[in-house]
């Protein structure tokens, strides 16, 4: 079992900053693959980005540029810096682990973390 726990969201104005972190705990395998997903209100939930344990990193259109993905493999944790934020930016976080053993796939979610951005 996997847990994961969220924080660093809030309320910021367009154009700040903000920077998530998303602490596992638990049954966690040295390959594995932490994510960012968002979803607003009537949206349906998607990728932020991507980051795997061998360090490869993937993001969506929408937020190259201005997020970046990064984690502590010695911490169990992952964080998304988030600039130059936008309105549309607005959603739930959430966190999400997944990982392989044997034939076995296991995710886990967060959470979720609210992010505002509004003037």
């Known amino acids: 079992q996997v847990q994961l726990v969220e924080s660093g969201g809030g309320l910021v104005q367009p154009g700040g900053s903000l920077r998530l972190s998303c602490a596992a705990s638990?049954?966690?395998?040295?390959?594995?693959?932490m994510d960012w997903y968002r979803q607003a209100p009537g949206e349906q939930r998607e990728l932020v980005a991507r980051a795997s344990s061998g360090g490869s990193t993937n993001y969506a259109g929408s937020v190259k540029g201005r997020f970046t993905i990064s984690r502590d493999n010695a911490k169990n944790t992952v964080y998304l810096q988030m600039n130059s934020l936008k309105p549309e930016d607005t959603a739930v976080y959430y966190c999400?682990?997944?990982?392989?053993?044997?034939?076995?796939?296991?995710?886990?979610w967060g959470q979720g973390t609210q992010v505002t951005v509004s003037s």
């Open positions: 999400h682990l997944s990982q392989r053993r044997f034939a076995g796939f296991y995710e886990y």
């Open positions: 638990g049954s966690i395998f040295s390959t594995n693959t």
